[in-house]
């Protein structure tokens, strides 16, 4: 049983293809946890976590994040390279905040794990693009 990826440049689009639907799932979290913190910041989701009685860390941070995740989802979507420059912005303050700075915002592994293997199905797309390209 063969899927017949030995034509020329047919595992490349397979390869492009999983890519897109990598990147358009990963904007959909994105955009799902992005609302979330819109719902935090308006007191919808919890009253007592509204933006002006949130402490002023967590002020800063869901604000950022409010604002960037919407537009990094729609980079994704859309594959534009500003869109995984964001994502990983994105990453690196949620990595802070939920992995180095459990003191101020809790340890959440949930996400923690999300962004490491999120990023390292990334890796292993972009490696096998340059395998492949090396390839023909």
């Known amino acids: 049983m063969s899927l017949e990826l ?8 397979f390869r492009e293809f999983l890519y ?5 799932m ?6 799902f946890h992005a609302i979330t913190f ?6 919808a989701m919890s009253p007592d976590m509204r933006f002006d009685t949130m402490p002023e860390h967590w ?10 995740m919407p ?12 869109g995984a420059a964001l994502w990983f912005i994105v990453m690196g303050i949620e990595l802070f905040m939920f992995y180095w700075r459990t003191d ?5 592994m949930a996400i923690v794990a999300f962004h490491l293997l999120t990023f390292a199905i990334f890796l292993a797309f972009k490696l096998l693009g340059v395998f492949l390209a090396n390839r023909s």
């Open 6 to 13: 030995q034509e020329p440049g047919k595992a490349e689009r």
């Open 20 to 24: 897109a639907t990598f990147l358009r």
């Open 26 to 31: 990963v904007a959909l979290v994105l955009l």
């Open 38 to 43: 819109w719902l935090y910041l308006t007191g």
């Open 59 to 68: 002020q800063i941070a869901a604000t950022v994040l409010a604002v960037v």
């Open 71 to 82: 537009v990094a989802a729609l980079g994704l979507w859309g594959r534009f390279p500003w």
């Open 104 to 108: 101020l915002f809790g340890q959440n």
